[in-house]
């Protein structure tokens, strides 16, 4: 055997059945591990992860299912060793985790006090991105001292005490899409239930920079919430113009991710008036996302407006020039 796959753990009674669940879960659980797979490079035995042709393997199925490998710094191991690796913990930590991830129980399970929901009617491959999202929400932190409120105040926003820590948290450095940086994560709340559905995740460098955006969970009929509703309502694709917009004076404000996700913003009974934050250059993505939203909300009775940037591309541009 490889040495790189020769681990020992202390003994538990629930050890083997957990260790069972993970093998038989093993795409389930590399999904939930590292995020979206490498499709071009993956097949029905084995799942790659990260760019180019993915340095990371995870067997699904066969006599090594549920074994993984990194070719990058020659780690490996079982799915017990891959859950340490990707998050930084010891083994009583990841059988906690492993329990979480499959659904398990074990003597040393934990509880968390913040989760996503997660629907009994979903697919296997979108669950496995909602219980992603969902341990990368329950393990990131208060972001105020961090890179993220950094990253904001170059954009020359603030993080309202009311937003740290239950709208926008720090994740620090982690494996993710095939590159380990730290993020500013940004949580999704379903338009009508209001239950957690998933998370942004912004990468950083060590600088404060913005590096890549990623989406994982059921964010299409989400927003990142700035508030409650009221009769009045505003939206925005990204977290930093709508964050903008709250500047501005547009409160309560929601970021509902992209220009799709505005033509099909729902009408929520009670609001009287709408307003939707411009964007541009974008071959009139927004403007036509715009047009849709008032048909759709044509029958409400709400007044709608379009809040256009007046320098740049979008109101963050207006709010730092």
């Not at 629930?14 to 795409?27: E, K, M, P, T, Y």
């Not at 926003?157 to 494996?175: C, K, M, Q, T």
């Not at 730290?182 to 999704?188: E, H, K, R, S, V």
Request: a positive charge.
């Amino acid at each position: 055997m490889n040495k790189h796959f020769h681990y020992s753990y202390p003994p538990d009674d629930n050890l083997d059945d957990l260790r069972r669940l993970l093998r038989d879960n093993a795409a389930m659980v590399a999904r939930t591990l590292l995020g979206p797979e490498n499709r071009k490079h993956s097949t029905r035995r084995q799942l790659r992860f990260g760019r180019d042709k993915g340095s990371l393997s995870v067997e699904i199925a066969g006599r090594n299912a549920g074994t993984w490998f990194d070719w990058a710094d020659s780690q490996g191991g079982d799915l017990f060793r891959l859950i340490e690796y990707v998050r930084g913990c010891n083994f009583s930590e990841a059988k906690c985790i492993a329990a979480e991830i499959t659904g398990a129980t074990t003597s040393t399970a934990r509880p968390s006090r913040s989760r996503l929901i997660y629907p009994r009617k979903i697919e296997r491959a979108d669950l496995g991105t909602l219980k992603y999202g969902g341990m990368i929400w329950q393990q990131s932190v208060d972001p105020r001292g961090t890179i993220a409120e950094e990253y904001l105040r170059s954009r020359g926003l603030e993080i309202a005490d009311d937003i740290a820590g239950s709208v926008i948290r720090y994740h620090p450095p982690f494996y993710c899409a095939g590159r380990t940086a730290a993020a500013m994560i940004a949580l999704f709340r379903d338009i009508k239930t209001n239950e957690a559905c998933g998370v942004s995740v912004t990468f950083l460098t060590k600088d404060a920079k913005k590096l890549d955006r990623r989406f994982f969970g059921k964010v299409g009929n989400g927003a990142i919430k700035f508030g409650d509703v009221t009769n009045t309502l505003s939206i925005g694709e990204g977290i930093e113009s709508t964050l903008s917009g709250m500047a501005m004076g547009y409160s309560p404000s929601w970021a509902v991710g992209s220009a799709g996700s505005i033509a099909r913003f729902p009408v929520i009974e009670g609001i009287t008036t709408l307003k939707i934050f411009g964007e541009k250059n974008d071959n009139g993505a927004n403007a036509n996302a715009i047009k849709e939203l008032v048909k759709r909300w044509k029958n409400s009775g709400a007044d709608i407006y379009a809040i256009e940037p007046k320098n740049g591309n979008d109101l963050n541009d207006t709010l730092i020039v």
